[in-house]
């Protein structure tokens, strides 16, 4: 569950990204976050990973005040967040199955269990026979499902994308859908921040769209409505 409120964001050069923002998504949901370029999508997103605090307002992100939450206790948050970048952000150096094994949050987990959590993961993104090459052995496509993989591999109740598909082909756009799709179907929240009015137009789901740091449209089953 993520409640804001009053939730105003000012970044330190005095812009101001968000004026007053009031939402709340359920658990489960699966949400298209759109708008004009600048209108306050990443900020919107970044404030629920706790990558930037707000100027004002409350953030409840799974019953957990983000207001009173400690530094140290950051990661705790983020252990039921998992983000997916439209530039992947994998290590470069690492293979997929190192990528995949490092996000693990291990706790005294034994190396069997490691290598099976990242074997199902790598299973629901398909890419099981990748599991030895490095990222830049990969196409675009399959690194943004390794990334993908990486964002779920902890089990997170949120899964939060920002422009997911914004460096893939249509056809490529289309398979990455149906992956977060499925982790849908299996409970985990989906919040996504895209400019694809044809994803958006084709898949329903509810649409929040921010213009001008505000929420101007929140629809179920909404349309992209934007001429970018
Ligand atoms: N780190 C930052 N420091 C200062 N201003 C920022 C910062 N990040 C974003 N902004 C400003 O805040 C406003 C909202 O930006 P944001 O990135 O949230 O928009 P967006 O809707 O995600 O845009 P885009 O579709 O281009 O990614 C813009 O005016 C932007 O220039």
Avoid: C
Wanted: no cysteine; proline share 4%.
């Amino acid at each position: 569950m993520i409640e804001m409120q009053g939730v105003q964001m000012v970044y330190p050069n005095g812009v101001s990204a968000l004026n007053g923002i009031d939402v709340s998504i359920s658990q489960g949901e699966f949400v298209y976050v759109v708008g004009p370029s600048g209108a306050g999508k990443s900020t919107f997103v970044s404030l629920i990973y706790r990558e930037e605090k707000p100027t004002d307002g409350s953030i409840i992100i799974n019953g957990v005040h983000l207001r009173k939450l400690k530094e140290r206790k950051i990661p705790y948050l983020r252990r039921d967040i998992g983000v997916v970048y439209q530039d992947f952000k994998l290590l470069p150096r690492l293979t997929v199955y190192e990528n995949l094994a490092f996000a693990l949050e291990v706790i005294e987990e034994n190396p069997k269990n490691i290598k099976k959590r990242v074997m199902d993961v790598l299973d629901l993104v398909k890419l099981k026979h990748k599991a030895r090459q490095i990222p830049d052995e990969l196409s675009g496509g399959e690194q943004q499902r390794v990334s993908i993989a990486r964002a779920i591999i902890n089990n997170p109740k949120i899964v939060i994308a920002d422009e997911p598909t914004g460096n893939l082909d249509p056809e490529t756009s289309w398979e990455i859908m149906q992956i977060f799709e499925e982790i849908n179907n299996r409970g985990t929240t989906v919040i996504m921040a895209t400019h694809s009015r044809d994803i958006v137009n084709a898949i329903r789901k509810r649409v929040i769209a921010f213009e001008d740091g505000t929420i101007v449209r929140d629809e179920d089953r909404g349309e992209y409505g934007y001429e970018i």
